[in-house]
């Protein structure tokens, strides 16, 4: 039996492949939601925070962290409540300067609308959200400025990327030719020594289990880091999944084009995988058909339903 929610105050709206979850916090003047989802969800994520809402204004948004999945939505709730939007220190004056490069988005041919930041926070700062104070936590390994949410009285975390219930996600730095498989590491362990009774992920349900999904991850990790090549060809296969969910259906010389905005970017990319981009591309396109997640259609990958 599933221990009982801990905080009625705190209310997660779970989203799918393109959009991180939204975390919603209701305070007594209103409420922060923590996360965005992405731009092409847009509607969706204003009708399900609207909804969820119930009347009450939306005064702030908090990110974990700038990928596309998770602030794709911040410039259209920023628009529609002027709320105020809190980002981790790390990629501000990327945000600033609007710089896509350094916040990853043309590397990874993802969109986000352009928003200007109001705040800044760092590790160890103290957050006070749904009525408690959450301690903010590096959580280096996924992206090099992403941080987790800990509120030590309920035992809950927001662990954005760096745990979900069976696995994490891409270990970004690593694409760029830096580490990030130590620093996953480091805040898989950070995890384990808090010993959450929940935890939130930035994908997923909130589960209560957290020692085996803990294990699982350290064993992915290990996985990964004892052949780098496998976390490079699981990183494009991701972007490229992602990039025909978005669009539904892609041709060939389409598909190319993204994989080649990453080889061209990620130093990692090149690093472990072919030179030879179209053949690249064809070989991803090929696993993704082979695993179910998308199948050809008069010329064109077209994405899994459902």
Not at 23 to 50: K, M, N, P, S, W
Not at 124 to 140: F, I, K, N, Q, S
Not at 166 to 180: D, H, K, N, Y
């Amino acid at each position: 039996m599933s221990p009982t929610w801990p905080c009625p105050a705190l209310r997660v709206i779970e989203r799918g492949w393109l959009s991180s979850n939204n975390v919603l916090c209701f305070d007594e003047d209103g409420a922060t939601v923590v996360d965005t989802g992405y731009v092409t969800d847009g509607d969706q994520t204003v009708r399900l925070i609207d909804a969820a809402l119930e009347g009450r204004p939306l005064r702030r948004i908090v990110n974990t962290h700038l990928h596309s999945d998770h602030a794709g939505g911040n410039a259209i709730l920023q628009a529609r409540h002027g709320c105020a939007i809190w980002i981790p220190l790390g990629e501000h004056e990327a945000v600033a300067e609007w710089d896509e490069d350094r916040l990853s988005y043309r590397a990874t041919s993802q969109l986000c609308p352009r928003f200007m930041h109001d705040h800044i926070f760092q590790p160890h700062d103290t957050l006070r959200l749904a009525g408690e104070d959450w301690t903010v936590l590096p959580a280096m390994g996924h992206d090099h400025a992403m941080v987790m949410l800990w509120c030590e009285r309920l035992g809950v975390l927001v662990s954005a990327d760096a745990l979900w219930q069976q696995s994490f996600g891409v270990i970004f730095p690593e694409l760029a030719g830096v580490s990030g498989f130590a620093e996953q590491g480091a805040t898989l362990d950070l995890i384990a020594d808090l010993d959450p009774r929940w935890v939130i992920p930035g994908h997923g349900a909130p589960f209560h289990e957290v020692a085996p999904s803990l294990a699982a991850a350290r064993s992915r990790l290990q996985w990964l880091q004892e052949e780098p090549r496998r976390h490079t060809d699981h990183a494009l296969k991701v972007l490229l999944a992602f990039k025909l969910l978005e669009a539904r259906h892609m041709s060939l010389a389409d598909l190319t084009t993204v994989v080649q905005a990453s080889h061209d970017a990620m130093p990692g990319v090149r690093a472990h995988l072919s030179d030879d981009v179209a053949a690249l591309t064809a070989s991803l396109a090929a696993q993704l058909v082979r695993t179910g997640v998308a199948s050809w259609q008069d010329g064109r990958l077209v994405a899994r339903k459902g």
